[in-house]
């Protein structure tokens, strides 16, 4: 069965740090594309960082030079290093393996919050 577990959120100061981890199963990972979402309160889930197989990585403009996607493949895992947070980035952050299981169950975990704030 498709699953995810994210973890690593909580509160923080603004231009503090923050990593996020998330464990997931259900699909042949290491091939596939992992993707980190947030959704902040009356908004729209948004598009954080994409990684692929092989490394490459893509970030949404308003988090380029702040955050960092990698992943660990051996243990299914794929993390989001964030800096010099803003009270902009507060939100439930999601992961989202773009294997075809996940997307033919349109499966989304429970998320993380991040609350950034003074």
């Known amino acids: 069965q498709v ?3 994210e973890s690593g959120g909580g509160l923080v ?3 503090g740090s923050l990593t996020l ?3 997931a199963s259900g699909c042949a990972f290491s091939i596939y594309p992992m993707a980190w979402y947030r959704q902040a309160p009356g908004n729209q889930r948004e598009l954080v960082a994409i990684i692929t197989s092989d490394g490459s990585t893509n970030y949404a403009g308003f988090v380029k030079g702040r955050f960092t996607i990698s992943r660990e493949n ?3 895992t794929v ?3 964030m800096n010099s947070l803003k009270p ?3 939100a439930v952050y999601y992961c989202n393996p773009k ?3 996940f997307i033919i169950a349109n499966y989304w975990g ?3 919050p991040v609350t950034v704030s003074s």
Do not use: I, R
């Open 3 to 5: 699953h995810v577990v």
């Open 13 to 15: 100061q603004p231009g």
């Open 21 to 23: 981890s998330c464990a």
């Open 74 to 76: 051996a243990k299914n």
């Open 79 to 81: 993390y989001l290093q």
């Open 88 to 90: 902009e980035d507060t």
């Open 99 to 101: 294997c075809p299981a």
């Open 110 to 112: 429970q998320g993380t």
